[in-house]
């Protein structure tokens, strides 16, 4: 069982940047793949970015490729999402997500979900 706690969610601008936090609970948190997924109002979620366990393998949507970097830190149990040269259209609530077994890990078929944290950004 892993619980995840999405964290640095707020306001800013457009063109600014914002780090996203995912603390995930449990000893076995390096053998994950974690992944972020956003959801717009009145959108379906969608996928943001992954990384492998390792964290020697990322992925990411071309709307962020370029703008977003997804990282972990296996000591402290975190995944970040560093977002940069933010948009309008990044205004979202932004979901944490774990699995030990995926392989496609742009799908949404992932065991276990944070709460999400708001994304706003002004244009």
């Known amino acids: 069982q892993v619980q995840l706690v999405e964290s640095g969610g707020g306001l800013v601008q457009a063109g600014g940047s914002l780090r996203l936090s995912c603390a995930a609970s449990?000893?076995?948190?390096?053998?994950?793949?974690m992944g972020w997924f956003r959801q717009a109002p009145g959108k379906e979620r969608e996928f943001v970015a992954a990384i492998s366990w390792s964290g020697t393998r990322t992925y990411y949507a071309d709307s962020v490729k370029g703008r977003f970097t997804i990282s972990r830190d296996n000591a402290k149990n975190t995944v970040y999402l560093q977002m940069n040269s933010v948009k309008p259209e990044d205004t979202a609530v932004y979901y944490c997500?774990?699995?030990?077994?995926?392989?496609?890990?742009?799908?949404?078929?992932?065991?276990?979900w944070g709460q999400g944290t708001q994304v706003t950004v002004s244009s």
């Open positions: 997500a774990a699995d030990l077994r995926i392989t496609a890990v742009t799908t949404q078929v992932y065991a276990y």
């Open positions: 449990g000893r076995t948190f390096r053998n994950y793949v």
